[in-house]
Structure formats: structure tokens, C-alpha cells
């Protein structure tokens, strides 16, 4: 009962506040009267909001990206359009996004050949996804800066069932001189090739190579052909003609007579395989 306790404090310790009691009111700066969400609410890291290279503006910036669901534009235009800030200071402020790994921009060609540019916001700097690990992504092709886009496949045309070359060109000759009747029917070489076997398919029906271009030029539409191969495509299956009935056939040749021969008796002329005496006469004369 008489030994010394070292370690009990010699005398009642103060509460200080923010030390002994850290959610006790502090006497200067900002005071929090925080309610717990429940919903409609944002998970932001402090590392973000509290970033001491960011300016206030990116900072601003990313907890809105953040917030808005997926698919949501937040191109340059359209926050411009929503904030007071022009588009030069959100730009900036982007910039400074993605040079801090909050944002990544990329651009991609869509399967239409469109240029689009493809955002990805990140809540925690180099953190990636399983879904979003380029490792783990199918590697796109990069189209050439003078590669044209790829070409839409044109509709399938009827076929002739016998093709000959004199057939193709003349179905040739027809396509190349829609052009003549309406500009907008301008084909190109591979349009030609492509349509040339729907065209012969009408000409062995026997329509007339004039025929077949009126029915192609007729009651064009009045807007502009954005696609005039597709279009001449369609005309040539959606009207084309029934195959013509077929012909009886011819009938045979007589078999050829006999020459005509001149009687001996009477000069009169008959048909018989030699000369000699008609039937009156042979009937007459004795047979010997």
C-alpha cells in the first residue's frame, strides 16, 4: 500500500479541444453542420478536392465530371455552355485534368469513319479498371491520315443467267450515260461494275438499252443523291421486268418434192424422180 505509482498524473489534465476531443467546436475557422445522404450524393476523394497543384476551377471541374452519369457530353462547348466560364479557362482547366490523371482524352474512329473523341474520368489517378486496361482491349486500327473512310456496301442486284462480255458493256455503256439525263447519276467505276450485272439482267429480257435508262431516270426524287449507286441498286431489283414468254416452236419443213419433168408424149409437166411420161400418157401407153 506503500509503494509509488510513477505513472498516475500528478494532477487532473485539461480538456483541450481539437486534441483530447477533435470533434469538439474549434474556436476559429470553419465549422461543419453536415448531414448524412442517403441519396443523389457523390463519393470525392479529398485527394482531389484538396489537391495542391489543381486550381480551384479543375478542381470545380472534376467533381462535376464526376458527378454526371455516364454518356453525359462534358466536351469543351457543352460546359461552356453550362458554366459562366468561357471556353478558353475550361480548356485550360482540362488540360490540367488530364496532366494530373483525372481525365483521359482519346480519339477514335468509329466503324462509320467518324473522328470522336472518347473520355474517361478518373476518381483515383492511375487506377484502371479490368474493362479499361488497354491490355485487356482488342487493339483498334489506326486508319492512315489520307486513308478515305470505309465504303457502305451497296444493295445486291438481280443476275443474268447467261453473262457475256458484248451483254456487260452494253450494260456498261447504259450506266455511264445516265449522267447524260441527270448529273446526280454520276457513277464511279466500281458503282458500274457493281450495277452492270442488273442492267444485263434487264437487257436479256429483251428491254432496249433506251428503255432501261428511262426507267432508271424517271421521277427522280427532288433532293440531292447522297447515295446514287444504292439508289440506281434499287430501282434495278424493286422494278425489275418478268422474263418474256417463250416462243412456240417453228414448224417443220416440208420435205422437198420430186423435179418437175416434161412428158414425152403430151409436154406436159409433172413431178417425177426421172423423165419420162406423165400419168394421163402412162395410163395410155402399152406396157411392153
Known amino acids: 500500500m506503500d509503494t509509488e505509482n510513477p505513472s498516475a498524473p500528478s494532477h487532473p489534465q485539461s480538456r483541450i479541444p481539437g486534441k483530447n476531443h477533435p470533434h469538439?467546436?474549434?474556436?476559429?475557422?470553419?465549422?461543419?453542420?453536415?448531414?448524412?445522404h442517403t441519396e443523389n450524393f457523390t463519393v470525392i476523394g479529398n485527394d482531389l478536392v484538396q489537391h495542391r497543384?489543381?486550381?480551384?476551377?479543375?478542381?470545380g471541374l472534376a467533381c462535376y465530371i464526376q458527378s454526371v452519369r455516364q454518356g453525359t457530353s462534358v466536351d469543351i462547348k457543352t460546359l461552356a455552355d453550362r458554366f459562366p466560364e468561357g471556353p478558353t479557362r475550361i480548356a485550360a482547366?482540362?488540360?490540367?485534368?488530364?496532366?494530373?490523371?483525372?481525365?483521359?482524352?482519346?480519339?477514335?474512329?468509329?466503324?462509320?469513319?467518324?473522328?470522336?473523341?472518347?473520355?474517361?474520368?478518373?476518381?483515383?489517378?492511375?487506377?484502371?479498371?479490368?474493362?479499361?486496361?488497354?491490355?485487356?482491349?482488342?487493339?483498334?486500327?489506326?486508319?492512315?491520315?489520307?486513308?478515305?473512310?470505309?465504303r457502305k456496301r451497296l444493295p445486291a442486284v438481280p443476275r443474268p443467267s447467261y453473262t457475256s462480255p458484248d451483254l456487260l458493256r452494253t450494260a456498261v455503256d447504259v450506266l455511264a450515260g445516265l449522267r447524260r439525263r441527270d448529273p446526280r447519276l454520276l457513277l464511279s467505276a466500281t458503282d458500274a461494275e457493281h450495277l452492270a450485272p442488273g442492267?444485263?439482267?434487264?437487257?436479256?429480257?429483251?428491254?432496249?438499252?433506251?428503255?432501261?435508262?428511262?426507267?432508271l431516270t424517271e421521277n427522280l426524287p427532288n433532293e440531292p443523291l447522297i447515295r446514287p449507286a444504292?439508289?440506281?441498286?434499287?430501282?434495278?431489283?424493286a422494278q425489275l421486268p418478268p422474263l418474256p414468254p417463250l416462243r412456240p416452236p417453228s414448224p417443220p419443213a416440208p420435205e422437198p418434192g420430186h423435179p418437175f419433168q416434161t412428158c414425152d408424149t403430151c409436154d406436159r409437166a409433172f413431178r417425177s424422180p426421172t423423165p419420162g411420161h406423165c400419168r394421163d400418157c402412162r395410163s395410155g401407153v402399152p406396157s411392153s
Request: aromatic share 2%; with cysteine; glycine share 4%.
Open 199 to 215: 442492267v444485263a439482267a434487264w437487257l436479256e429480257r429483251d428491254i432496249t438499252p433506251t428503255a432501261v435508262r428511262h426507267a
Open 230 to 237: 444504292a439508289f440506281l441498286a434499287h430501282r434495278l431489283s
Open 53 to 59: 497543384q489543381l486550381s480551384l476551377l479543375a478542381i
Open 93 to 150: 482547366a482540362l488540360r490540367e485534368l488530364e496532366a494530373h490523371g483525372y481525365l483521359r482524352r482519346t480519339r477514335e474512329r468509329t466503324a462509320t469513319g467518324r473522328v470522336v473523341t472518347r473520355t474517361v474520368s478518373c476518381n483515383r489517378p492511375g487506377h484502371r479498371t479490368a474493362t479499361d486496361d488497354p491490355s485487356d482491349r482488342r487493339p483498334t486500327r489506326r486508319a492512315a491520315p489520307d486513308e478515305p473512310p470505309p
Open 24 to 36: 469538439a467546436r474549434p474556436r476559429s475557422g470553419v465549422v461543419h453542420d453536415n448531414a448524412r
